[in-house]
């Protein structure tokens, strides 16, 4: 009862049969009351992805209504790629900055969850859209409790006993960036292993956490772990378990990065200006450094 209820307040319609939803109908500019939370939190946790649509922010209205949801991040592992004034937000962006194309113009082109290859791995993000291209640049999203229950009881034994290490040289396209600040990316960020399964702290369900930025298990060797890796991000990423989203300006995308994981898709004229911006809820401390493996 108590759901229901919280539903038809904040009127929910479902945007995917395995995960997205969008609430319609409330202003997120205004400082919203913990209950209102409570009831975005409820519908977040059963749809893995919720969309605000129409809404016209401004970056700082992007960190306060969510921090909301918890503490920012404040993106010291992507220095370089933060809003010149507003560090708890990332621009993604194929604007010119300082008159060169930016270096974020191509970010998130292969299947992740943000920041897993940190030691404290994104538990959300909300991504808003400032201007995008009249056609394309949409970006897709897994649910990934489905992919991990829809395993078999074999398969979820082995996964639920491997860390899967992962790699910020295999965020696609990092090569293309300036080599100084990536050299500095990779500094900051050595390999690490988290759990191949990660429980969701709230709901405590069980999600399967490998992407396409993992290298390798730990234990394995890269030819042993491959085969696997390409299983499990082709099961999960099968079309009935992807919700796409077609963005509009003023909309504000929110996803859980420990049940969902997603890709941006370069279907776009890049001479149109497409611009984000993206503030991450902080997760837990998870993993170790992994060496010479
Ligand atoms: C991100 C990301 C997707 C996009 O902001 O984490 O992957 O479509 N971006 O810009
Ligand atoms: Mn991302």
Redesign the pocket.
């Known amino acids: 009862m108590g759901s229901k209820l919280q539903n038809t307040q904040l009127g929910t319609s479902q945007l995917g049969y395995a995960l997205g939803a969008e609430i319609e109908g409330l202003d997120i500019s205004l400082n919203l009351g913990s209950q209102v939370y409570g009831a975005i939190n409820h519908i977040w946790q059963e749809h893995h992805v919720v969309v605000f649509r129409g809404k016209h922010l401004k970056p700082r209205d992007i960190v306060s209504f969510a921090e909301g949801f918890g503490d920012l991040d404040d993106h010291a592992s992507t220095p370089f790629y933060r809003h010149p004034d507003v560090p708890q937000l990332l621009q ?1 962006t194929n604007r010119l900055i300082d008159g060169k194309p930016s270096e974020t113009r191509n ?2 082109r292969n299947w992740h969850s ?1 920041y897993s290859y940190t030691g404290r791995p994104a538990a959300a ?1 909300l ?1 808003y859209c400032d201007q995008c291209p009249p056609v394309g640049g949409d ?1 897709m999203f897994a649910n990934m409790v489905r992919a991990y229950e829809s395993l078999s009881g074999t398969m979820k034994g082995i996964v639920d006993n491997l860390h899967a290490v992962y790699d910020v040289s295999l965020t696609a396209g990092i090569n293309e960036r300036d080599a100084s600040k990536t050299a500095e990316v990779r500094r900051l960020n050595p390999p690490i292993a988290h759990p191949a399964v990660r429980v969701h702290p709230r709901s405590g369900k069980r999600a399967l956490y490998v992407s396409e930025r993992v290298s390798h298990f730990h234990g394995m060797t890269r030819a042993e772990s491959k085969p696997l890796i390409d299983f499990l991000c082709s099961h999960a990423t099968q079309p009935e378990n992807v919700y796409r989203h077609n963005w509009r300006e003023g909309d504000l995308v929110c996803w859980d990065n420990r049940t969902v994981m ?1 890709v ?1 898709l370069a279907d776009f004229d890049q001479n149109q200006p497409r611009h ?1 911006l ?1 503030a991450t809820i902080l997760g837990e401390d998870s993993g170790f450094v992994v060496r010479d493996e």
Do not use: C, P
């Open positions: 993604i970010t998130g943000d993000s991504l970006t997603h941006a984000m993206r």
